[in-house]
């Protein structure tokens, strides 16, 4: 099993609309979680950190259910320049980092 | 201020080749890591270093790849002899420290292409 699992989507959706997706991750211990955006042929950046409380950056919200073991990210007021590879990040100890392999989500005018 | 800096961004080669990628960190960062990914197994972790040092090459996906980091400011993936099924975006990223933070830098990538 992996360790993060991600629906690879992909997601297609006008301007303007909610798109939401989650991953599940297998290792209970696991200690934080990210989330990474990759633009095509480009390398991929943090896009937020995921608090056990839940947070939102602007128009992104992310989700943490450890009951559960999954991670959601929220996008409203979807743009153009959303468009992109999401990673579902989880970091299993102090230098471990594993990432799913990412949610592509495109934005159409 | 200079990200990650990776070298080549391109390789194609033929089967057979030894294929070095290098990679200059961010000055002041301890940690480097390497990573390969493809379609079919996304992101995964190769090696990494701390100082300078190989903590953990588990990884690596055999003998002909290695790793080197003579300095705090370069690091080289080695393969050899390269296979077709080597292909791949290779990145280099680095960080500053332990602790909490999630936030790798990534280089632009060294995209192989194993013929």
């Known amino acids: 099993r992996k360790e993060v699992e991600q629906d690879p989507g992909p997601f297609n959706v006008p301007e303007g609309a909610t798109v939401a997706f989650n991953c599940t991750y297998s290792?209970?211990?696991?200690?934080?979680f990210f989330w990474y955006r990759q633009d095509c042929r480009k390398e991929p950046k943090l896009l937020m950190s995921v608090y056990s409380s839940g947070n939102e950056d602007g128009r992104f919200t992310a989700q943490l259910n450890r009951a559960s073991q999954y991670i959601s990210l929220l996008i409203r007021d979807s743009k153009l320049s959303d468009s992109a590879t999401y990673l579902c990040?989880?970091?299993?100890?102090?230098?471990?980092?594993?990432f799913g392999a990412g949610t592509t989500v495109t934005v159409r005018a | 201020d200079a990200g990650v800096i990776q070298s080549p961004r391109h390789e194609v080669t033929e089967m057979g080749q030894e294929v070095t990628l290098r990679c200059k960190p961010i000055?002041?960062?301890?940690?480097l890591f390497w990573y390969r990914q493809t379609m079919m197994r996304g992101l995964e972790l190769l090696i990494y270093?701390?100082?300078?040092?190989?903590?953990?090459d588990s990884g690596m996906p055999e003998d002909r790849f290695s790793a080197k980091m003579p300095n705090a400011s370069f690091s080289t993936l080695k393969i050899q002899p390269s296979e077709p099924r080597d292909s791949a975006v290779y990145f280099c990223?680095?960080?500053?420290?332990?602790?909490?933070?999630?936030?790798?830098?990534f280089g632009e990538g060294s995209r192989l292409t194993v013929l």
């Open positions: 990223a680095s960080r500053m420290g332990q602790g909490r933070t999630g936030e790798l830098f």
């Open positions: 270093f701390n100082n300078n040092v190989p903590i953990d």
């Open positions: 000055s002041g960062h301890d940690y």
């Open positions: 290792n209970s211990a696991s200690q934080s």
């Open positions: 990040v989880v970091r299993l100890n102090d230098y471990k980092l594993s």
